[in-house]
């Protein structure tokens, strides 16, 4: 008589974490058999056996990362996309900050554009919620949507306060961030900014206008500090520098490509253009290129600095590889009057011989293009009016992956600081005169 096949035992899944500490208790107590381990823990011999086979690895796991609370060790079918977004939501979980299931996907979907995957990759519902299920994310109800919001220590707010993260509060950033409100919790009906990046989808609106967008909420012109719209601001060719800010392979390569940016490209090109015809003919004139790059190893980045840790994360701008360099129509010549600066951090003076130099030219006044706004723009523009250097920005020369951002800056903060905002048309036939 044929005997019946034996039942397949039911597979009990267990964390990484638990995985390590069964190595550390081995490790300690040489004596300790696999049977003892095995009734301990629940688990077959032959289980304890190969988590022991694998001791290094397990013992390798950080206790306190994502990674520890996962259940299964398969390899997932996009390794690189996983261990990215992991990563990222450690940094932006750590912060308290809540991530809702659409963020997810669409922090999914920019990191395998960034690897070249995007075609290959969907970040569908599924894959969400296994990734979820991995790495044993506690969540909460999203009332108003049907996502999931994913919560870590989240600490309590005053009923009708934003919550942003340190990231937020700054507006600097080298990535295509984009920030929208979103519904309120039930808890405490909090107003929450969102991280996320545009779609393919997603529809521009030119800059200067207050109306909602896809891409950010809207918002009201200062009626505290109304800016007279009366005064236009000069422009004078003396003792000026044109800086043309980060415009690299890397950098454009992660924003999402849309009419705007294609847009702000062209007019960015035809400016750098002009500014070097013009130069053969004024010696007042000097042009400045200015890029970020990075050693190999990334020795100047602090794990402090989330915008730079990610820029680790994802391999760029490292110096020497095609995505440190400019793009093409805005790559300085080889003339010494074509300088080039190379700068560690978003502020184009910061460590850099940037204000030698202008001064060394007897430049009073700058010019700044570039991307992002909110980033090098924002920033090296800061440290100028400290310097004391007349200050323009080319509105339509500099870009942000935010509208908001882009017209807040444009439209109020800038000009209430004193900084001319000015038409590159304006420029163009000043530089052609």
């Excluded at 919790?185 to 967008?213: D, E, V």
Aim: net charge positive; aromatic share 8%.
């Amino acid at each position: 008589m044929p005997q019946e096949p034996k039942p397949k035992k039911k597979r009990v899944p267990i964390t990484a974490l638990t995985k390590r500490n069964i190595c550390i208790k081995k490790r300690d107590n040489a004596k300790l058999r696999d049977e003892d381990l095995a009734r301990e823990y629940g688990l077959d011999r032959s289980t304890i056996t190969k988590i022991l086979k694998n001791r290094e690895k397990w013992l390798a796991i950080d206790p306190n990362s994502n990674n520890a609370k996962q259940k299964t060790q398969k390899s997932p079918k996009f390794p690189q996309i996983e261990e990215s977004l992991a990563t990222w939501l450690d940094i932006v979980l750590g912060e308290g900050a809540p991530v809702s299931d659409m963020q997810l996907q669409e922090k999914a979907l920019e990191i395998a554009q960034t690897y070249g995957i995007r075609n290959e990759f969907q970040a569908s519902n599924g894959w969400i919620s296994k990734f979820k299920l991995r790495h044993q994310f506690r969540s909460g109800e999203s009332p108003g949507a049907g996502d999931v919001s994913l919560q870590v220590n989240q600490q309590p707010t005053i009923p009708g306060t934003s919550v942003l993260s340190p990231a937020e509060h700054s507006y600097v950033n080298l990535f295509p961030t984009t920030y929208s409100q979103t519904s309120n919790t039930k808890s405490n009906q909090t107003s929450t900014l969102s991280l996320g990046t545009s779609t393919p989808s997603t529809s521009f609106i030119p800059y200067g206008t207050s109306h909602p967008t896809p891409m950010g909420t809207s918002y009201s012109p200062s009626r505290i500090y109304p800016i007279p719209s009366s005064i236009t601001p000069s422009f004078s060719l003396e003792n000026t520098a044109f800086l043309f800010c980060d415009y690299q392979n890397d950098v454009i390569g992660m924003n999402q490509n849309s009419q705007t940016l294609n847009q702000f490209l062209s007019r960015s090109r035809q400016l750098f253009r002009a500014v070097h015809q013009a130069k053969q003919k004024r010696n007042s004139i000097t042009s400045v290129s200015i890029g970020s790059s990075f050693r190999p190893g990334y020795p100047e980045v602090s794990p402090n600095n989330q915008n730079f840790v990610l820029l680790k994360l994802y391999g760029r701008l490292i110096e020497g590889t095609k995505g440190a360099e400019f793009i093409d129509g805005l790559v300085p010549g080889e003339s010494e009057d074509d300088i080039v600066i190379k700068k560690r951090r978003l502020d184009a003076f910061y460590n850099t011989d940037l204000k030698m130099i202008l001064e060394s030219r007897n430049i009073k006044h700058i010019v700044l293009a570039g991307i992002n706004t909110g980033g090098v723009i924002l920033s090296t523009t800061r440290s100028a009016c400290d310097m004391d250097f007349r200050i323009t920005v080319v509105k339509e020369c500099c870009f942000d992956g935010s509208e908001t951002v882009q017209n807040v800056l444009m439209d109020e903060i800038f000009p209430r600081q004193g900084v001319a905002v000015m038409n590159v048309d304006v420029i163009l036939n000043e530089l052609r005169v």
